[in-house]
């Protein structure tokens, strides 16, 4: 049974909406990042980024402060405003003709600690707790988390009634990404869309592990400092984007390794003979296929390396997903990578020209060897949180990935 609420957001006032989102800060270049500060006023960069006022890198609790302060400047300056009843909001991304359209609403603390809220990655504690006292501070959240539900008859008929009507929002960003949001006000669609999720099982955590983890942290301190706790209060709460499993777009992530670990070539493709069917290709890019089936870069060639029979067991949805594969055959025990999250020698890629961007790197000397597999299901994922076992680094690149600044949720 999993809780989702209606909530007050606060949003950008319609005629700004298209200069106030922002992609994820990480997102943007140097020159990008400099430019969107200095020409968009309205940008919501300029909160996170609350330094570029007085001319000076922010760090730490004075930066906490300062996003803050830049927070009540937008909404005194009437660029956010805060809806004044409760609402679910559905958001359309149309991004290459492929949409996908999910609903902003509150999500529960409890049901993330009672694993309704299924999550397929580890957290970092100093992170978890770096976030919280972020939260605590700024009292608010921005971005939300991405999760997936099982597609469900009555929430698409709601949807699609819904996108009948005029939306609130309709913008295009520079990518030509289409965006469309409807707020859904009608206590009786609320008490259906809320009705039809308390039917479902479980939400999966596509992306924002840390963010939900760091909502259970600051409602944990919370609850200890408030006397009057109820359960009801903002904090037991975080905002999260939910969409159909079937509108998730699941990309694959490349290795790329910067030496042999000592060995050579010739060496290197025994040991592999060992674990693998190995054969040299003739395309000048090749990629995997299927399952257990890896592309391999190296020395100017492309390779196929299929998993011999029992060489692993497979008895697990950890031991059968490929990243853990490849890790446990190749890139720890010949390769000495231990520690995928930290080892300076491995490096990861994603997206579309990804195996030309790995063999581009290869060829001119800042790595030896690239590893492309095929991208994880959706099954597999849910299979990995349902077991409660945790997936490698860099398993997954999801999409959509949503913009910060179109609806706020305060704590």
């Not at 257990?292 to 060639?301: I, P, W």
Request: proline share 5%; with cysteine; net charge neutral.
């Amino acid at each position: 049974m999993a809780i989702v609420k209606p909530f007050k957001a606060i949003r950008p006032a319609a005629d700004k909406v298209a200069h106030v989102a922002s992609r994820s800060y990480e997102d943007y270049s140097p020159e990008e990042l400099k430019a969107n500060l200095k020409f968009n006023p309205f940008s919501f960069l300029h909160i996170i980024n609350p330094g570029f006022k007085f001319h000076k890198k922010v760090s730490g609790d004075e930066r906490f402060k300062l996003v803050h302060n830049r927070y009540m400047e937008f909404l005194e300056e009437k660029v956010l405003v805060k809806d004044l009843e409760a609402c679910f909001y559905l958001y359309e991304i149309n991004k290459n003709d492929t949409p996908c359209c999910g609903i902003f609403c509150a999500t529960s603390v409890q049901d993330y600690r009672n694993n309704i809220i299924k999550k397929h990655e580890n957290t970092i504690e100093s992170r978890e707790q770096l976030f919280a006292h972020y939260l605590e501070t700024v009292k608010f959240n921005a971005e939300p988390v991405l999760m997936t539900y099982p597609d469900h008859p009555v929430i698409a008929n709601i949807i699609e009634h819904t996108k009948q009507k005029e939306p609130v929002y309709h913008f295009t960003t520079p990518d030509r990404t289409s965006h469309r949001l409807w707020k859904i006000s009608e206590e009786k669609t609320i008490n259906e869309i809320t009705k039809a999720f308390a039917n479902i099982d479980s939400l999966y955590i596509a992306d924002g592990h840390h963010r939900s983890a760091s909502s259970d942290v600051l409602a944990q301190w919370y609850e200890q400092s408030n006397d009057k706790h109820q359960g009801q209060e903002a904090y037991n709460y975080f905002m999260s984007y939910l969409i159909p499993e079937s509108e998730i777009r699941i990309y694959e992530f490349n290795r790329l390794v910067k030496d042999l670990n000592g060995h050579s070539k010739e060496s290197f493709l025994v040991m592999l003979d060992e674990l693998y069917r190995i054969k040299k290709t003739d395309f000048e890019l090749y990629k995997p296929t299927k399952k257990h089936h890896f592309s391999m870069y190296l020395d100017g060639d492309f390779y196929s390396l299929y998993l011999r029979k029992n060489v692993l067991p497979l008895e697990d949805p950890l031991s059968k997903l490929d990243t853990h594969i490849l890790y446990k055959t190749i890139l720890e025990p010949i390769l000495g990578i231990k520690d995928l999250r930290n080892d300076k020698r491995i490096q990861y890629g994603y997206g579309k020209h990804n195996v030309l961007r790995m063999k581009t790197e290869i060829d001119k000397g800042s790595f030896k060897v690239g590893f492309n597999l095929v991208p994880i299901t959706m099954d597999e994922i849910k299979a990995i949180a349902d077991a409660q076992l945790i997936m490698p680094p860099k398993s997954t690149f999801i999409e959509p990935k949503l913009k910060s600044g179109i609806a706020i949720y305060e704590l």
